[in-house]
């Protein structure tokens, strides 16, 4: 604020209360500013600033950014506390505030990186376990239990697709891309699904793996039209019901109907809600297989008030 040839004293603009241009003329060799000051104790002191010909410029100037406050938007402190910003001890304060919040961002990025750790550590516990089991199971013993099954079919679901596929990064190739990632993504839940998912629970788990890249309804069925024209190992299949479903390119009808047959004559009558549940499907899709192995001619149907329950064809020839 005031400078001369071997010093220079800086003042808050918190301290000023007022500045007013005094022009030269008469007795005054210059022009020159009178500022009102008002010390931390509360006192008025008025002090004369020589401006070196340029009073009402610089009063217009110091007006402006008095009325503007605009120290305020660096500083909210008490004004009896700007000297810590000030100077050296500025620099040091600033420069610890940084490496603060840069530890702390460190700290909170490896603490995610631990979380992601302990999740990969129970991953790889239980998919041991399965080993374990599965193992015991072929021996003669007891296997993988269900709640130990569904906790396992969530952590793979939760992995997700590592570089989904988008129509910004495959472009005009966008459905033909996603249908070889979706084929990909596919053989694990179309086996524990037994060989068939419909289109409905295909949309919800491959949009739930991608996370925020989701797809819409169409281009799902566009890239599923693409998966037979390609070669790929699985083909849409659509059923005179209109029940649309994802399965092997290589299954037959035939072979749906003996799965079916042998779970039917393993668990006794079952209804379409029984087979879903069995096998862990749609209730469509479970009525589907039902009636496709009755056209085979190896279940029979038994129609009721009690609903619709099939048999095994113990008439067949």
Not at 102 to 113: G, H, K, Q, V, Y
Not at 119 to 130: H, I, N, Q, S, T
Request: hydrophobic share 45%; net charge neutral.
């Amino acid at each position: 604020m005031f400078r001369g040839k071997r010093r220079a004293i800086a003042l808050p603009h918190a301290h000023v209360r007022a500045v007013e241009s005094h022009s030269k003329g008469g007795a005054v060799r210059s022009a020159k500013l009178k500022v009102d000051l008002v010390s931390p104790g509360g006192q008025s002191l008025v002090v004369a600033v020589h401006s070196h010909g340029a009073a009402d410029a610089l009063c217009h100037r110091w007006r402006d950014a008095l009325a503007q406050r605009a120290w305020l938007c660096f500083y909210t402190g008490a004004p009896g506390q700007l000297h810590h910003l000030l100077g050296r001890p500025g620099l040091i304060r600033t420069r610890d505030e940084q490496a603060r919040a840069t530890d702390a961002a460190l700290a909170e990025a490896f603490t995610d990186l631990n979380a992601l750790m302990g999740k990969a550590k129970d991953l790889v516990g239980l998919a041991e376990r399965f080993r374990v089991e599965a193992s015991r199971q072929h021996e003669g013993g007891d296997g993988v239990t269900e709640e130990e099954s569904n906790a396992f079919n969530s952590y793979l679901l939760s992995l997700g697709i590592a570089t989904p596929v988008t129509k910004q990064s495959a472009g005009a190739l966008f459905h033909s891309e996603l249908a070889r990632q979706l084929c990909d993504f596919l053989a694990k839940p179309l086996q524990h699904a037994g060989g068939n998912m419909s289109l409905a629970d295909v949309y919800c788990l491959f949009n739930r793996a991608r996370g925020t890249e989701l797809i819409s309804p169409e281009d799902l069925y566009r890239a599923c039209v693409l998966l037979e024209t390609l070669g790929l190992p699985l083909r849409l299949r659509k059923f005179d019901s209109g029940v649309m479903v994802i399965q092997p390119a290589g299954q037959t009808d035939a072979e749906i109907a003996g799965k079916v047959e042998e779970a039917v004559r393993a668990s006794g009558p079952m209804t379409a809600v029984d087979l879903a549940a069995l096998w862990r499907i749609s209730l469509p899709l479970a009525k589907e297989h039902l009636t496709t192995a009755e056209r085979a001619e190896l279940l029979c149907r038994d129609e009721s008030f009690e609903g619709l329950v099939f048999y095994p064809n113990i008439f067949a020839c």
